[in-house]
């Protein structure tokens, strides 16, 4: 029997355990540092074991997913990184990339890392939240590296096929990081951006759906977003400096009373978007 042990079992990491559960001849070990969150895993059947001491298990596992905040995997690569089994697969699941990726590089030769992202979540953490669906019909990217091995990369299509992602996506980890600073992270940047405005609370209880929706991932995990964002902040500024151009652009028009030029600006942005809704390929797929 092979071991893959997952080292977090927050909300992605118990979610990963619960959803991998008896995938192919593998075990299954959780790996945590709290006692609370250990003792659920070990109550709710998260893992087929849990346990506190990551180096009882890095060095016997055959795959080892890091599911922490991006420092923490930064950090836990550094520590363990002549403790790993010869021949190992260590992967993490995170939100950025090229910090990850150039972070493995003090891995010995003899141990492949890919990077991947499952592109799921909720606006909740903690091994509380996680259920063994999370990532049914989601993307699942991989960012390898240049001589990672065929054996391991279809092991990861394997894994993500099993837990009910619809695709496994190939790319280089500068191209997800502009991915995701577009999709994901400036869209929390706004979010809590218009949680900043003293109007919150004199709406309550008048908020429509839209307000709802543009605001529900606004109550985030301030630790880890803080991180996301700073690991990614080349690509994050750049979407950045575009949605503000845009911002600006419409706050010229409506500042000069120029209805042409609002309708113009609405119609072309309406259209971009049923254009995007028009069934087709996916471009991920």
């Given at each position: 029997?092979g071991?893959?042990?997952?080292v977090?079992?927050?909300?992605?990491?118990?979610?990963?355990?619960?959803?991998?559960?008896?995938?192919e001849?593998?075990?299954?070990?959780?790996?945590?540092?709290?006692?609370?969150?250990?003792?659920?895993?070990?109550?709710?059947?998260?893992?087929?074991?849990?346990?506190?001491?990551?180096?009882?298990v890095?060095?016997?596992?055959?795959v080892?997913?890091?599911?922490?905040?991006?420092q923490?995997?930064?950090?836990f690569?550094?520590?363990?990184?002549?403790?790993?089994?010869?021949?190992?697969?260590v992967?993490?699941?995170?939100?950025?990339?090229?910090?990850?990726?150039?972070?493995?590089?003090?891995?010995?030769?003899?141990v492949?890392?890919?990077?991947?992202?499952?592109?799921?979540?909720?606006?909740?953490?903690?091994?509380?939240?996680?259920?063994?669906?999370?990532?049914?019909?989601?993307?699942?990217?991989?960012?390898?590296?240049?001589?990672?091995t065929?054996?391991?990369?279809?092991?990861?299509?394997?894994?993500?096929?099993?837990?009910?992602c619809?695709?496994v996506?190939?790319t280089?980890?500068?191209?997800?990081?502009?991915l995701?600073?577009?999709?994901?992270?400036?869209?929390?940047?706004?979010?809590?951006?218009?949680?900043?405005?003293?109007?919150?609370?004199?709406?309550?209880?008048?908020?429509?759906?839209?307000?709802?929706?543009c605001?529900?991932?606004?109550?985030l995990?301030?630790?880890?977003?803080?991180?996301?964002?700073s690991?990614?902040?080349?690509a994050?500024?750049?979407?950045?400096?575009?949605?503000?151009?845009h911002?600006?652009?419409?706050?010229?028009?409506?500042?000069?009373?120029?209805?042409?030029?609002?309708?113009?600006?609405?119609?072309?942005?309406?259209?971009?978007?049923?254009?995007?809704?028009?069934?087709?390929?996916?471009?991920?797929?």
């Amino acid at each position: 029997m092979g071991c893959i042990a997952i080292v977090g079992l927050g909300l992605i990491g118990g979610s990963l355990a619960l959803a991998l559960r008896g995938f192919e001849d593998y075990e299954i070990v959780g790996v945590d540092v709290s006692q609370p969150t250990l003792r659920y895993a070990s109550e709710h059947g998260v893992a087929g074991r849990v346990t506190s001491r990551a180096g009882d298990v890095v060095g016997q596992a055959d795959v080892v997913i890091l599911a922490l905040h991006p420092q923490g995997i930064m950090d836990f690569l550094q520590e363990y990184r002549d403790q790993f089994k010869t021949g190992a697969l260590v992967a993490d699941v995170c939100g950025v990339k090229g910090a990850i990726l150039q972070a493995a590089q003090v891995l010995p030769e003899e141990v492949d890392f890919i990077g991947c992202h499952p592109m799921a979540g909720t606006e909740f953490s903690g091994i509380e939240h996680a259920f063994a669906g999370m990532f049914r019909d989601s993307h699942f990217i991989l960012t390898p590296r240049p001589h990672s091995t065929p054996e391991h990369i279809a092991l990861l299509e394997r894994m993500a096929e099993y837990i009910g992602c619809k695709d496994v996506y190939k790319t280089t980890p500068q191209a997800h990081d502009a991915l995701i600073a577009y999709t994901s992270q400036m869209m929390h940047i706004i979010a809590v951006s218009v949680c900043d405005d003293p109007m919150l609370f004199e709406c309550r209880g008048f908020e429509g759906s839209s307000f709802r929706g543009c605001t529900r991932v606004a109550a985030l995990d301030v630790g880890l977003w803080t991180q996301l964002f700073s690991l990614n902040s080349p690509a994050l500024l750049e979407v950045l400096d575009r949605l503000l151009e845009h911002l600006t652009s419409y706050r010229q028009a409506l500042a000069a009373g120029d209805a042409d030029t609002l309708a113009d600006k609405l119609a072309f942005s309406a259209a971009r978007k049923r254009q995007m809704d028009l069934p087709g390929p996916d471009l991920l797929g």
